[in-house]
């Protein structure tokens, strides 16, 4: 038996924690046989296709989502958004769905963050402190320690390789973060 793990990363674009979104770093995924990914992207493309989206992208929905909502005026970027124009009712629909492909199947889920603002701040009144130049690191630590005793209790007999993908970014620092993490 082969597992495939499919991660991802928000919040990562500040080490420091202060631009918007980057106060807590935070890397989840998804762990599951291999011939389970090809019925889930079969599923999750024909949620999109139904819904006329090229993509999913939560921070771009959640956008939208606030606009059709009126808890926040668009900004001069919002014409570009891909769920630009969408009504609530769609919006939620669409979410809906997309959660109803990910919940199907026998998948385990795996999370890790890190509070980038807090660790930041301590940082500075610590510099002498033994810490990773990269906050994200421990986020990544994190994922891969909630994530294979959870691989292990759902396949105890697994003795197959595990593939790991993460989404892809232009992120150095996030690339070489997974890379010692993954690799220490």
């Known amino acids: 038996m082969k597992l495939v793990v499919y991660a991802d990363e928000s919040g990562t674009h500040d080490k420091a924690g202060n631009q918007t979104g980057s106060q807590v770093g935070i890397v989840a995924g998804y762990a599951a046989r291999v011939e389970s990914w090809d019925k889930f992207c079969r599923d999750w493309?024909?949620?999109?296709?139904?819904?006329?989206?090229?993509?999913?992208h939560f921070?771009?929905?959640?956008?939208?989502?606030?606009?059709a909502r009126n808890v926040r005026p668009p900004t001069s970027q919002h014409q570009k958004n891909p769920y630009y124009g969408w009504?609530?009712?769609?919006?939620?629909?669409?979410?809906?769905?997309?959660?109803?492909?990910?919940?199907?199947?026998?998948?385990?889920?795996?999370?890790?963050y890190i509070d980038t603002k807090r660790y930041a701040e301590f940082v500075?009144?610590?510099?002498?402190?033994?810490?990773?130049?990269?906050?994200?690191?421990?986020?990544?630590w994190q994922f891969y320690e909630s994530l294979l005793p959870a691989i292990w209790k759902a396949w105890p007999t697994l003795s197959g390789p595990i593939s790991f993908f993460f989404d892809q970014t232009e992120n150095a620092d996030w690339r070489n973060a997974i890379d010692r993490i993954h690799f220490s």
């Open 124 to 140: 500075k009144q610590n510099p002498n402190a033994p810490l990773n130049e990269n906050p994200n690191e421990g986020s990544i």
């Open 59 to 67: 921070s771009e929905f959640a956008s939208a989502s606030a606009v």
């Open 87 to 112: 009504k609530i009712d769609k919006l939620n629909q669409f979410l809906l769905e997309l959660a109803k492909v990910s919940a199907a199947g026998r998948k385990v889920k795996a999370a890790g």
């Open 45 to 56: 493309k024909a949620v999109l296709d139904k819904f006329s989206a090229r993509y999913f």
